[in-house]
């Protein structure tokens, strides 16, 4: 059984440019997060995917954006890159809160922006 | 809104020795805690968690965590740390009965153990 996969790896990318990260969830999950993860820093929120809309957004601008397919697939979207983007992006998968449970977040292993 | 504090940024200890590694959490409702580890250049991985029941959680490796709420605290020990224990440690919160299962995360520690 697969787990979230992310791609790509790394990139490396110049500033105004713009730049797409893919994510796969784990087999079964239904709902995708997204997280920015600084150097030295915690991962931040960015938002979370589910049924194809945005179902909460976390303190970021507009210029990041994303999609989620009718396969649970993801993408994040940045665009007008900033040299502050560079960071780990995660992607963490769930299956939608049923009954008031929680559901555990899966976490991919990032891809590796780096914003010259 | 929630908060977590991770108050030691590095940790460094002994191979064999007791480590703890503390967290505080500010939140105006009831939340879920959780441990999660970061080995280098790979994602997180779920350590330990709390949800309800029993204040004091266990992993397999060894680690474990006790919820206590009237000091909001949530701090992960374990009595003998192994060079393999080397990593970065989060603590994370996340809201019961929220909109979503999103996580606020801590700014981390590094348990460094030395030989």
């Known amino acids: 059984d697969a787990g979230v996969t992310q791609s790509p790896t790394h990139l490396i990318k110049t500033r105004g440019q713009q730049v797409t990260l893919r994510c796969s969830p784990k087999?079964?999950?239904?709902?995708v997060s997204w997280y920015q993860q600084a150097l030295g820093q915690g991962p931040q929120f960015i938002f979370q995917?589910?049924?194809?809309?945005?179902?909460q957004r976390g303190n970021f601008p507009d210029r990041f954006s994303g999609h989620q397919f009718p396969n649970y697939s993801s993408e994040l979207n940045v665009n007008a890159l900033l040299l502050g983007d560079s960071a780990l992006y995660l992607c963490a998968s769930s299956l939608s809160l049923a009954g008031g449970n929680y559901n555990e977040q899966f976490f991919g292993p990032g891809t590796r922006l780096t914003v010259l | 809104a929630q908060s977590v504090t991770q108050l030691d940024s590095q940790v460094p200890v002994f191979e064999e020795a007791p480590v703890e590694l503390r967290c505080n959490y500010s939140s105006s409702v009831s939340v879920y805690l959780f441990w999660y580890v970061q080995y280098p250049n790979q994602g997180l991985q779920l350590l330990l968690k709390?949800?309800?029941?029993?204040?004091l959680v266990k992993s397999i490796n060894g680690f474990e965590a006790e919820f206590n709420k009237s000091q909001t605290s949530f701090h992960l020990r374990k009595p003998s740390v192994h060079i393999s224990d080397t990593a970065e440690y989060f603590c994370?919160?996340?809201?019961?009965?929220?909109?979503?299962?999103?996580?606020?995360f801590g700014t981390g520690t590094l348990l460094a153990v030395q030989p």
């Open positions: 995917y589910y049924e194809e809309e945005e179902r």
């Open positions: 994370a919160v996340s809201t019961y009965g929220g909109a979503t299962n999103k996580l606020i």
């Open positions: 087999s079964g999950h239904d709902t």
């Open positions: 709390y949800l309800s029941g029993s204040t």
